[in-house]
Nanobody
Framework: QVQFVESGGALVQPGGSLRLSCEISGIIFEFYDMGWYRQAPGKQREWVAT???????VYTDSVKGRFTISRDNAKNTMYLQMNNLKPEDTAVYYCNGDVRADSTASWGQGTQVTVSS
């Protein structure tokens, strides 16, 4: 079974930075495009960023220039470096494959990011 374990979330002030980690098991990690997603209070889960197996990246407009997605295939781990955090970034962050078009995806527990003064 595929498992995702997110970590690194915290309470930070606006303008601060966090680095989220995602440990993946149950797949041959380097064969898959991967992504980060988030769900803000009272809102639907949204896609944040994707990193392809060739390490090409794409981001949702609201995080471009602030977030960086990366992967370490040897460690079966994916990262999301988040800089210049804004209150609207507050959400539970999840990692998964590139499941933007997959309504049946299973999700891990996520990690809470709270951006507040």
């Amino acid at each position: 079974q595929v498992q995702f374990v997110e970590s690194g979330g915290a309470l930070v002030q606006p303008g601060g930075s966090l680095r989220l980690s995602c440990e993946i098991s149950g797949i041959i990690f380097e064969f898959y495009d991967m992504g980060w997603y988030r769900q803000a209070p009272g809102k639907q889960r949204e896609w944040v960023a994707t990193i392809a197996r060739n390490e090409a990246t794409v981001y949702t407009d609201s995080v471009k220039g602030r977030f960086t997605i990366s992967r370490d295939n040897a460690k079966n781990t994916m990262y999301l470096q988040m800089n210049n955090l804004k209150p609207e970034d507050t959400a539970v962050y999840y990692c998964n494959g590139d499941v933007r078009a997959d309504s049946t995806a299973s999700w891990g527990q996520g990690t809470q990011v709270t951006v507040s003064s």
